[in-house]
T-cell receptor, first 109, second 111 residues
């Protein structure tokens, strides 16, 4: 069965420190992975998707099919990165998404 | 262009009642998906509609149903409400199989 796991509910880092939000998935097919972010009092929005292979707001994520992971990384955390982050998987049967339970990131000034 | 809108934003119902939530997608978007968000479970996929047809369905009981109209607006209905149905219900729209844009959600409280 499809499943997305984000092992950390809460993560705190100091400003300027590297940050890594973990995401592991299980899916028998060829997955498409996404990271969504929700800033305080804002809507959930797409941060990045693995097929784009681009860096958004300094964040990158690499799909590791061997480890079935899609960890989100940023070398130097900023205060404005404080938000809720969700990892999501889309199956190849249409627009059906499976979300992780989210990680709340706090960047300490 | 206008974003995804959901009405109502807040709703209080009692057990056993039924409720209908509405979602208006971004103009031109034909896919509408619904999610239930709770603190313990995160976002859980309810169903997706595309061109008035249910294309995907999550693992929810039959009390949860939906439909989509010819203008792509969508409604979801929950019958015989239970306390555990209290949640934030999110709607998201997309053109097809690309980026989803989320609405602000409808906060449902079942007493």
């Amino acid at each position: 069965a499809q499943r997305v796991t984000q092992p950390e509910k809460l993560l705190s880092v100091f400003k300027g420190a590297p940050v890594e939000l973990k995401c592991n998935y299980s899916y028998s097919g060829s997955p498409e992975l996404f990271w969504y972010v929700q800033y305080s009092r804002q809507r959930l929005q797409l941060l990045l998707r693995h097929i784009s292979r681009e860096s958004i707001k300094g964040f990158t994520a690499d799909l590791n099919k061997g480890e079935t992971s899609f960890h989100l990384k940023k070398p130097f955390a900023q205060e404005e990165d404080s938000a809720m982050y969700y990892c999501a998987l889309r199956t190849n049967t249409g627009n059906q998404f499976y979300f992780g339970t989210g990680t709340s990131l706090t960047v300490i000034p | 262009k206008a974003g995804v809108t959901q009405t109502p934003r807040y709703l209080i119902k009692t057990r056993g009642q039924q409720v209908t939530l509405s979602c208006s997608p971004i103009s031109g978007h034909r896919s509408v998906s619904w999610y239930q968000q709770t603190p313990g479970q995160g976002l859980q996929f309810l169903f997706e509609y595309f061109s008035e047809t249910q294309r995907n369905k999550g693992n929810f009981p039959g009390r949860f149903s939906g439909r989509q109209f010819s203008n792509s607006r969508s409604e979801m209905n929950v019958s015989t409400l239970e306390l555990g149905d209290s949640a934030l219900y999110l709607c998201a729209s997309s053109r097809g199989a690309d980026e989803q844009f989320f609405g602000p959600g409808t906060r449902l409280t079942v007493l």
